[in-house]
């Protein structure tokens, strides 16, 4: 048997919680509730057994385009979740980031967010990452910004960014890229989620919905994660030599 892996950086596109509801003839919303439980669930494991960055894709940029009973919903139980959960997280070691277009969000949700981060800031165990008003292509919108502001302002010189210097106007630069990304419910995409970090990630998808997954899914996911070979585009001798 191959020698389980843990991920450093699991991704998990938490999607399906609309799907859920509707085969129980229940109001999406439902979905998204019982959703926030699994979260709970997924961060205490992944946190007991030595992930050291969780990112969860809470909400997309384009989920702000859903009705807006919906997106009403999912702010507050976004501010439920981080109320509730805070206490919990902070004994658990856990620290908190943000990454997204957070100025968008409404002003309570985003005083929430803040309290919370600030509350979690002294941890030292696992980092949850999660992405909120967050969009792929509007990261790298917004770090192309960032950097052509320090170079108009003459701060950095244009010729000395490269990809690592660039990766540093990324939301929350820390993050390193995914590891592991996991995908609920059965679609087979990408959805505008970390293009930048996602650049050499693996990918495990599975079609349960997310308000039915459980940690066994991130047991299974890890087994086959450990018997993938990643080169980064190099050979596997090569790869060899680097473990050495
Ligand atoms: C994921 O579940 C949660 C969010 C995107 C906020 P969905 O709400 O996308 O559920 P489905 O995909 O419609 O079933
Ligand atoms: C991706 O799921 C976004 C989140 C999980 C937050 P979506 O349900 O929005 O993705 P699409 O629309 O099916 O691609
Ligand atoms: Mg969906």
């Given at each position: ?6 991920p450093e950086h ?42 050291k960055y969780?990112t ?71 980092v ?39 990766g540093?106007?990324?939301?929350n630069p820390e993050v390193p890229d995914i590891d ?17 970090r ?47």
């Amino acid at each position: 048997m191959t020698e389980i892996k843990i991920p450093e950086h699991l991704a998990i596109i938490m999607d399906g919680n609309g799907r859920w509801a509707k085969k129980r003839d229940l109001a999406r919303i439902f979905g998204h509730r019982q959703g926030a439980d699994v979260v709970h669930d997924i961060v205490q494991y992944t946190s007991d057994i030595g992930v050291k960055y969780l990112t969860l894709y809470a909400f997309s940029m384009e989920n702000w385009l859903r009705p807006k009973d919906e997106v009403g919903f999912l702010m507050k139980l976004i501010e439920e979740y981080l109320n509730k959960e805070v206490e919990e997280m902070d004994k658990n070691n856990v620290r908190l980031l943000v990454s997204g277009r957070t100025h968008l969000l409404p002003d309570e949700t985003r005083e929430i967010i803040e309290q919370s981060i600030e509350k979690l800031s002294k941890n030292t165990g696992m980092v949850l990452n999660l992405c909120i008003s967050y969009g792929g292509r509007s990261e790298i919108v917004d770090a192309a910004r960032k950097m052509a502001e320090l170079v108009i302002q003459g701060e950095i010189e244009l010729t000395k960014i490269e990809r690592d210097e660039f990766g540093q106007f990324m939301y929350n630069p820390e993050v390193p890229d995914i590891d592991l990304l996991i995908r609920s419910s059965g679609e087979i995409r990408i959805s505008n989620f970390m293009l930048w970090r996602a650049a050499y990630c693996e990918l495990y998808f599975t079609d349960t919905l997310w308000p039915d997954f459980d940690k066994k899914i991130i047991d299974e996911a890890f087994a086959e994660y450990s018997s993938r070979a990643r080169r980064f585009g190099m050979t596997d001798e090569q790869m060899a030599d680097e473990d050495e």
